[in-house]
Structure formats: C-alpha cells, structure tokens
C-alpha cells in the first residue's frame, strides 16, 4: 500500500469542470438530475481513480458526492456514490503505515477529507472557509441520530421508506468503515509505540468521547439493532412477497440489513478494542483529565442487558464474536456474585478473575445457587451458561 | 307574523356584513393601478402587458368582465397546451426507457435438496462415537443437526481445527449456499467457503480440502437461476414489463452466494486454478452482464468485486484475447440504449485491465452499431464525425451514446494515445458540437450532448500531451 501521498488535489481546472455538470441550470426534471449527477460520478471517478494521472477529488467534490449519498433520491444513486466513496476512501486513506522504515511509521493525511465533523479536528476551519455549509458531515450528534433513525426504521415494517432505509444503512456502514480506516492502523502503530496519543487522535476516540453523543443511549440503540436484525435473520423473512412492485428495492435491503449488522459488530469491537487501549493508557498515566470519562462499552452493555433481559438471547446470538462474549457474560455473572464489593473502576482487576469454572462452582452447591437464582431469572442463568460454555470449549480447542 | 322577525334582523345584518367588503376591494384595486401607473409611467418592456390587463382591475367590479377573467384564462390555459404538444413534437421520443434489461428468466421453485447423504460424513460419526462429550448430540436429525452446527459457525470452527475438511461435507455446504432458500443458511454456508478459499499470509489454505468448487457446478446454478443465456433479440424484456410481471420474476435468491463464490475461486489461483480460460471467460460475460438488471442494483459492490477478481484471474499474456472475446460477446447482448452506457460504467477502470476491457467493449458496441465486420478504429470516427448536428433529423440520443463511447474508446486506455491525427480529428467533432448546437436548441437531447461534447473537449485538452493552450484561441 503505497498511496500517492504528496499528490495534489484535482487541480482547479478539473475540479471546475467536474462541478459544472451538478449545474442544475436548465434542469427540465428529475430524470435529468438523475442523468447529470450519474455524469458527475463518472466525472470523479475518472479524474480521481481511472485516470492517467489520478488526483485525490477536492473538498468540494467530496463533499457533493457525499451530499448525494444523503438525498436519497435513487438506489441507483444511492449505491453508485457510496461505492464511490468507498473507493476514494480505500485510493486516498486518510491515515496509513508506510513500511520504509525499520518501524512502521503511521502517517495522517490532515487535509484530506473526512465525513466526520469533530471539533479539534483542524479541518473543522478548512471547511469553514471553503462552503460555510457543514450540514452534510457528521458531527457525534448526529451520528447518534443516525443509529436513532436506523432503529425507528427497523421498527417501522411499512414498505413505503424503504429507500430512506437503505440510505441510512448505506450511510452507516460507510460511517464505521471510515472509522475502521482510521482506527486499524493506528491500533497497529499503538502497539508498537505504546503512544497514546495516536489513539487519543483516533476518530473513533473523538467522536465517541464527545459529550454531543449521549454513549448510553447510543450502545442501547445500537443493541436494539443488533436484536432486530437477528430476530429479521431467525425469522428467514422470505423476500418475494406476492405484492411486492420493486423487487431491487426488497432484495438490496436484504442485504444492506446484513451489512449494516456486520458494521454494528465491526465497532462494537473495535470500541471495546479502544477501551482496553485506555485502560492501559490510564494505567501508565498517560492519559489527563482532557481526556473525559467516558465509560467502556462493557459495562454500559452490562448495564444495558440485565434491564431487557428479553434482548439477551438474540444479543448473545448476534454478537459472534466469542471471546468478547464470555468476557461479557462472566461480568454479567459477576454483578449477582455475592463476594467481590462494587468495584470501582481502578481496582477492577479482580473482577477479571472470575473464570466458566468459578461460574459453574456457583451452582455446584445448593447454597450459592439459590442466592444466585434469587437475583436471576433461572432461564437468563441457563442460557447464559449455554453460551459461556460454547465460547470456553471453543478456546479450549483453539488453544490447542 | 313570528317566523317574518328573525328573517327582518337577518336582513338587517346582511347589509353590515357586506359593507366592509368593497374598502377591502378598493386596496387591492389600489395596489394594482399604482402598478399600471408604474408600468406605463416608466418600463417600456412591461407597457405591453400592462396594457393587455387593463380592464382587469376593473373586473372586480362586474360579472361580465369576471367572465372575460375566466376567458382569458382559458385562452392562455389552451395556448399553454398548444405550446407543450409542439415542444412535444419538436421532440419525438420523449422517453427514453431507463436501463435494464432482463437476465434472469422465470424462476422455477428451488429444487429439493433432500437425499445429499451427508449424514453419514465422518464428522458426525466421529461424535456419536465419543463418550467424554458429555451432552447429548441430536445427531439422530442428520442433515438437521449440521445445518445448525453450519448457521452457528460451529462447523466452521470444527474444521477450522481439525485442519481438514471431507469431501461430502465440503460439497453439502456449497450446495446449501448456491441452492437453499433459506437466507441464513445460504449465507453461512458462503461465509464457509469464503474461509475455505482464503489464504494466510503464506499463501497456504486455512484448511486442507481436496473438493473445489467447479465451472459446470457454478454454471449449473446459475443456469438453474433461469439465466437467459441468449441473445437480447429473443428474450430482452425492458425492466418495466420484468417487474410487473409475475411474483416469480424476481431476481435468483442465492445469486449473492453465487458471486461470493466466484470472487473466492479467483482468488486462489496460485493455489488451485478453479477455471480454465474459456471458462473464465464466460463467467465474466455473465457477470458482466448481471449488471443490466435492475434488479440486481443493490449488488453493486459484489458484483464489481466479482468482477475485478474475475479480471485478475487471466495471465497477462491470455488477457487481451480474452477481452476481445468476452467484449464481443457482452456487445451483442446489450441493447444500443441507456444499457451500453450502464455497461461500460460499470466497468470502473481503476485498474489497467479494467481499462483495456472498457475501451474493447465500446469499440465492439461501436462496431456493431454501425454493421461494421472488422473493428476498424477510423471508419468508426468517420462514422461518428459524419453525423451533423445541424441537420433536422440528426439523431442526438444516438449521437450521445457515440459520443460516450468514442471517448472511452480513445481514452479508456493507452491504445490509441500515439495517433495525433485520431485524437485531432476527435477534438474537431467534440468543438463542432459543443458550438453548433445553440443553447436554446430544445430539440431531444442537444442540450445533452451539447454539454457532453463541451465537457469531453475539456478532457480531451487536458489529456493531449502538452495540450491546453493552443486550443484556446477557437
């Protein structure tokens, strides 16, 4: 992976031209729209990625793909320009390893364009001066509405807002993918430099550490997706209902349902990678005050479950990811094991102690069992159980 | 008499009521002869209509001239429709259908995938055999139980640590993903093959397993599919007629799975070479032309995936033979519309094989639309360039298409890069449409070529080796 650099954005001349073609100047009706903003795909994407001599695409030009994204106006269009952007994202990463030298270096391309508007970004002025209209880009409140809206669509089973479904999963998925781009590379460079700061850096950080973004509410919607995808999925929700006019429209939000799961569990993991950086960060006190407090996705998931206890066993089937799984039920447990006092959150390493044997102990002598099942729904202990047994017998034949 | 009272005070209310109305009638009326007064006192241009609505402040008073109002409405309501009937006829063929074309037929119901035997794979043998297990496995369900361990991930994970996966077990899983209509097993058995056909850093397989996925397996589904695998004269159906068609019409459910499969075989040629070369080259024919269903769009990603790892399948040496196949091929099916733009489109050239089959196949599109039997570059320019815009019936929704597809012919890729007098003449045209057709020509689609020609001049100038300037003066 060798990204041009130090390459210029498109210059002017191209910038201008790619522009012209949204004119909207002498527009008759929509289909021409349709046609010119398809021209104008094919525009970019021959001056930014096909052509001879390829150019990151402007700010604005950026921008006016991303502001299609969000207009809804066609599939069509819709898909073309997210995989357009994902294409500009993958040909002019904002934040990359170089491996010339003995370390691999992490290099952040600053002024290169980010859906995201965060506040000490130092784009944040760039833009500014360019348009003045930043309504498009995403700052944390409004990624927290996004997952607000995905929520309330997935609730909504009328056929009429399928369009506006899809853009919003499209939308999301792209979101997370920018985040995993800024994210996985500087996980690698973390570990071997220990820095905390490329962390702090991370988008992922800044959004997520934002008091813009109530972080609770957001995990709970983003739980509440998760179940209702997997509920859709057990369901095996046939896509030729007899009825149905716009087939493309069915059958794409299939899968963009799919992907937009896949996306959920992405950052899930990916969050739950940031925390553990934290903590460690907080251990070799590198962190300060600036850095807020915001609590790891573990136990606001934890907070979360015990509350809906009707979410768990879709939760636990959706989130496939086993380690983080057990992790999550052996603090589950933990909360209704009688000995260990609240913890606070620095001295929390013997929470960590509690192993599928020391669960399985509980229950082994009548005593500790009731007093458990006092606290506990016999089903949610059973089910929890079936599933740290599944995740610890996987790592047990994994170790091997 | 007491019913005459009530009826005397309504009386006399009635007249209060409507009192007010004529001050309110008499500011309207104001507002409109001090706008008289402006139009005549100053602009000229405004004299004209200002003096066709002069009786009208007056209307308000009368119902004779209220009538001559709704007159002139009716008048201009009509002369509006005239006007639209002859934009219409300056225009003919107004629509223009959007893309799409059918390529799947009439889907027959799923065959039953009963009877596969799997059960007797040693995987489950193994189990029933085992004491220490501690549970009780319903393995008594057979296909059942698999099915399950399958959409858990447990198989995976099983013969991800046993190393090895048998034959029958490798075979079932791949039929469950081209065939089973059930959504989530189809794709937990993709998701199982894309492991299988993945390589680690060392270019090794995760997994030994001697049972790969074949041409005549994946061509079979898709025939299956009900891929019509003709020539569009036969079977194209426009979109509209494919959606309003019966509930069967819809697209093949495990075509995802399907693409999934073919992208994973191409990407483990070093290891296994899945398809020959001719096989190849039908599949990407076929994926090619997956893309002209409409109702397929939201598989976008996927089939441009499929379609890149397609590409990177053939050696260097077989590739442009194989392009001039798979564009011959792929040209006969596309109609001379909106779905020969779709298709070059779609083929992004962001790699320099991309770009290759793009130039190709607007130069078979090309060849083929003017009869030509042999591909001759500058018989088709002159084709192109022979059509005059200023004549009454020139043809610009065809011109358009020419124009797209000259351009990626010419700039797709480096082919025709050495020959000035190509490029020249090309930029001549592009220059005699952007300037000849006016901007008031409101004749179909000029405007659109209009702006096309201007903007692939602009592209044109740049591209020149050391072009820019001197064009500049025309």
Sequence with gaps: MAPPAAATTA??????????????????DSRDLHDDRTAFFEAVRSACLAGDRPSPPSWRMHNAVFQILQSSSSLELTIASFHLLMELGKQYPRVYLTNSCPHQALVVVKESWSPFLLGNNGASGEIGGNTGCTDHLFDPSRFGLLIEHMVEAANDTSTSNRLKRIEKMVLFQYLVSTLEADFVPRNIAYKESLDWVIIRESLLNLLLGSRKLVFKTFVKNCISLLNKHQREVEDNISFKSASDLDSSLTFSLLEFEREALLSVKKLFIMVINLDLIRKEADKLGLTSRADGSRNPILEVILDELPYNTINLSPFLLAFTEWKWKLEIILQYFSRYYVKPAVCTRSSDDSQQDLTVENVLSLFSTAASAKAIAKKMFPEVAQLLLAHAYQASELMLLLNF | MVIDDPLDFEGEVDPL?????????????????????????????LKASAAKSKGRPNGYNSDDE?????????????????????????????????????????????????????????????????????????????????????????????????????????????????????????????????????????????????????????????????????DPCTNARTSETAVAGTSNDGPPQNITAWLRIVSAC????QMHPVFSTSEAEDLLVIVISLFLDRQLEGLLLIMGDCL?????????SEWESSCLMVAESISKRVRMDLNCLRIVDCITGTNDRSKFLRSQLALQLLKNSFGLKVANIEKILKSVTSVNVKEKECNFFMLYLYLVLMDNLLFSSDAFRNKPAITEAWRNYLRNCSMQIGCTDWRFYASKVRNKASYLLQGVISKKPGGGGSTSSQ
């Excluded at chain 2, 009521?17 to 000229?44: E, F, N, Q, V």
């Excluded at chain 2, 596969?116 to 369900?141: A, P, R, W, Y």
């Excluded at chain 2, 191409?266 to 040629?269: E, L, N, T, V």
């Design chain 2, 308 to 316: 890149n790892s397609l590409g990177l399948y053939f050696n260097t």
């Design chain 1, 11 to 28: 210059d002017g001349g191209v910038e201008e031209n790619a522009m012209a073609i949204l004119d909207t100047f002498g527009i008759k």
């Design chain 2, 66 to 230: 209220d009538k001559q109002v709704t007159e002139k409405e009716i008048n201009f309501c009509k002369f509006v429709d005239d006007c639209e009937e002859k934009a219409k006829a300056l225009d003919p063929g107004e629509d223009v259908p959007l893309w799409g074309q059918k390529v799947f037929g009439c889907q027959k119901s799923p065959s039953i995938l009963n009877g596969t035997g799997v059960e007797n794979c040693q995987l489950l043998q193994s189990f029933c055999g085992d004491e220490h297990l501690g549970f009780d496995l319903e393995i008594e369900q057979g296909e059942g139980f698999l099915e399950g361990m399958l959409m858990d991930g447990w198989l995976l994970k099983l013969v991800l640590v046993y190393g090895s996966v048998e034959d029958s077990i490798a075979s079932w899983t791949l039929t469950k993903s081209l065939y089973s209509s059930n959504k989530k097993l189809q794709d937990s058995a993709s998701e199982f093959w894309g492991s299988l056909l993945s390589l680690n850093e060392d270019d090794k397989p995760l997994v030994n397993f001697g049972y790969f996925p074949s041409y005549s397996i994946l061509k079979g589904a898709i025939l299956n599919y009900e891929y019509l695998n003709g």
């Design chain 2, 266 to 269: 191409c990407k483990i040629r």
């Design chain 2, 17 to 45: 009521l409507s009192a007010p109305r004529p001050t309110k009638r008499k500011k309207i009326i104001g507002l409109d002869d001090l706008l008289i007064d402006y139009c005549a006192a100053g602009k000229d241009e």
